[in-house]
């Protein structure tokens, strides 16, 4: 099954068969796919509509399609329908203006902008909340209500999930994470972790001056806290830059993007949780952190976003030589 899938000898390099060893997942190289997200978002939303067909992932950096489908349908038929998709691209980027060739990434773009806006009515009924508290003066039953859920076990296991928004092993996870999508030839993901790392750091600190609020002293803390409490860090950074994480790796594999974006949100709430347990912080801090980080979460995606936008047009003069 190795080889080049043609119809005639114009399309005779179009399609390359690269693994086709196992029954229902072939893995094609696509001419004209390197380099070019307008092509691979094109050919994923086109091939996944297609019977028989499970999952799609088009690759722009390595210039590889991964198909999954239905085993009792053949190698050849799926290389031949993927060659129909690109050959449908190619002449309708000789013949359609760059804004009506762009329309199949019109449904992500109205997806996120559903996403962004409910993110900012979250984020507004997070502020308003945090008000609510404030006002009522609720902070400190709350507090002394959860002082009663102590015991030695659970202040251990707490204190491991509060270590996952500490600087220490925010700098190392997204250094790591940081230089593995640069060296990947990611640098817009790259660039938009290390915003969302370093904007929510200097932003916490910038409010944490402005608003000078002392931490709670309702009973000895078990971990170290110092600086003032107002909005708590650990839920801004780990809105921002665990949110900008799940989000990468959600586009990265669609097909665990719920799981990824639970995992994100358990995640991130359980470190509020546990500022609140440690005493460290007022209910109204961690609120207040999370309606910031995520407001900057979303000035984050944005800039992704806007980035790979604007990609499309510097890569679609490349494309049409690629495909003619």
Known sequence: MNGYFSHHSHQQDLIQAIHTSVKGRGRFKVKGLHQSEFL???????????????????????GNVLVIFHP??????????????????S??????????????????????????????????????????LYQYGLDEGILLGLQKLHNPLLDAIIKGV??????????????????????????????????????????????????????PTLWDYIVNAVHYS??????????????????????????????????????????????LYLGVHWPT????????GLLWLIVCILYLEWEQKSSFTDNFQQILPELN
Not at 91 to 111: D, G, H, R, S, Y
């Open 40 to 62: 691979a978002k094109h050919i994923e939303l086109c091939l996944i509509k297609a019977e028989n067909i499970v999952q799609v992932r088009a690759n722009h950096l390595t």
């Open 72 to 89: 009792d349908c053949s190698h050849s038929a799926i290389a031949s329908r993927l060659q129909d998709v690109v050959l449908d691209y």
């Open 91 to 132: 002449k309708a980027t000789k013949t359609l203006p760059i804004t009506t060739v762009t329309a199949p990434v019109q449904p992500q773009l109205n997806e996120l902008n559903n996403q962004l806006i409910l993110g900012s009515a979250a984020a507004t009924t997070l502020m308003l909340s945090s008000g609510i």
């Open 162 to 215: 509060t270590f996952l928004g500490e600087p220490t092993f925010f700098l190392g996870i997204c250094s790591a994470l940081g230089m593995n999508l640069w060296q990947n030839q990611r640098q817009r993901e790259a660039k938009a972790l290390g915003l969302a790392t370093i904007g929510a750091v200097v932003l916490n600190g910038l409010f944490k001056e402005l608003f000078r609020r002392a931490r």
């Open 230 to 275: 107002f909005p708590s860090g650990h839920a801004m950074v780990s809105t921002a830059v665990y949110g900008c994480i799940g989000y990468i790796l959600a586009k990265e594999f669609p097909q665990w993007r719920k799981q990824i974006l639970t995992s994100t949100t358990v995640l991130i709430l359980a470190i509020g949780f546990s500022r």
């Open 285 to 292: 801090d961690v609120l207040a952190g999370y309606a910031a």
